[in-house]
């Protein structure tokens, strides 16, 4: 299994620029997110999945969208990219483990710039 | 709304020094709780969790103890190496897919 895989590694896009950022899955988990890291202030959930077709928004959706279409993709669009965004993206799947426990796996993350 | 708060970094401690993280958390429920570690130039990596009160996580020599009473979930290890050096997360599960982390704890180990 390839885990959770994004991609690009790395970008850097000038403002007003529109850009999409690929995750995908093969552990065929219902549960996807994405994610933003930022110095000093953890990961902060962007939007979820819970299955194809149905999204919603987390704690800083604006500014980024998302859909999903498959099982196994997620991605995640800028639609008009600003220096704010300059962050490290995170996407990961989850299942559940027992109970109200879930199991989180993250991607290798994807450096974004905007300048 | 549920939160959670860790210890200021970074910490800078000698190669088999005994190792403290604090976390404690603010939730409505009984959440799960989790460690998670961030190598360089890496994604997270879930190290420990625990799901209930009392329970106790543990992996890699590193463990910690779910504690209603304190709303607290220090990690901990006894003896630390170099290969430790990595940025720490404490985080409580939010429902399905919601992870609510604390701000990271840099680690560095000095041999």
């Known amino acids: 299994n390839a885990g959770v895989t994004q991609t690009p590694k790395f970008q850097v896009l000038k403002t007003g620029q529109s850009m999409t950022l690929q995750c995908a899955q093969d552990m065929n988990h219902e549960y996807m997110s994405w994610y933003r890291q930022d110095p000093g202030m953890g990961l902060r959930l962007i939007h979820y999945s819970v299955g194809a077709g149905i999204t919603d928004q987390g704690e800083v959706p604006n500014g980024y969208n998302v859909s999903r279409s498959t099982t196994e993709d997620f991605p995640l669009r800028l639609l008009s990219a600003a220096p704010s965004q300059t962050s490290v993206y995170f996407c990961?799947?989850?299942?559940?483990?027992?109970?109200?426990?879930?199991?989180?796996?993250f991607g290798p993350g994807t450096r974004l710039t905007v300048t | 709304g549920d939160s959670v708060t860790q210890m200021e970094g970074p910490v800078t401690l000698s190669e088999e020094a005994f190792l403290t993280i604090n976390c404690t958390y603010t939730?409505?429920?009984?959440?799960?709780l989790f460690w998670y570690v961030q190598y360089p130039g890496e994604g997270l990596q879930l190290l420990l969790k625990?799901?209930?009160?009392?329970d106790k996580g543990s992996n890699k020599g590193f463990e910690a103890t779910y504690r209603k009473e304190t709303t607290s979930f220090h990690l901990e290890k006894g003896s630390v190496q170099v290969s430790d050096s990595a940025v720490y997360f404490c985080a409580l599960n939010q429902g399905a897919q919601k992870l609510v982390f604390g701000q990271g704890t840099r680690l560095t180990i000095n041999p």
């Open positions: 990961a799947s989850s299942y559940r483990t027992g109970g109200s426990t879930y199991e989180q796996y």
């Open positions: 625990a799901t209930k009160a009392d």
């Open positions: 939730a409505t429920g009984y959440p799960s």
